[in-house]
């Protein structure tokens, strides 16, 4: 199982960025996936979330309406749209898959002017 984000980067405050995570080593169309970030000093917090079928997506309340989940079974990828990007957004973000229980090494995100 691999799971490889991509994406990450230093962008000004209200920018955007889209993250992407590549997998390979399971049936991805099979499996809900997750985003989650991680400040320093503070837990792992759940981001988002998308079912198998993207049908249904979830949301951390202080993204709603900001981010975005997608998931392209056909390239196995699953994306993260975010926009109005403030400071506090500035964490590592993490792909999760929820079947294989398996993590992605992360991609750092810096929301600085």
């Known amino acids: 199982v691999q799971l490889v984000e991509s994406g990450g980067g230093l962008v000004q405050p209200g920018g955007s960025l889209r993250l992407s995570c590549a997998a390979s080593?399971?049936?991805?169309?099979?499996?809900?996936m997750s985003w989650h970030r991680q400040a320093p000093g503070k837990e792992r917090e759940l981001v988002a979330s998308?079912?198998?079928?993207?049908?249904?997506?979830n949301y951390g309340d202080s993204v709603k309406g900001r981010f975005t989940i997608s998931r392209d079974n056909g390239k196995s990828t699953v994306y993260l749209q975010m926009n109005s990007l403030k400071p506090e957004d500035t964490a590592v973000y993490y792909c999760?898959?929820?079947?294989?229980?398996?993590w992605g090494q992360g991609t750092q995100v810096t929301v600085s002017s």
């Open positions: 080593g399971f049936s991805f169309s099979s499996y809900d």
């Open positions: 999760y898959a929820l079947g294989p229980n398996y």
């Open positions: 998308i079912t198998w079928s993207g049908g249904v997506t």
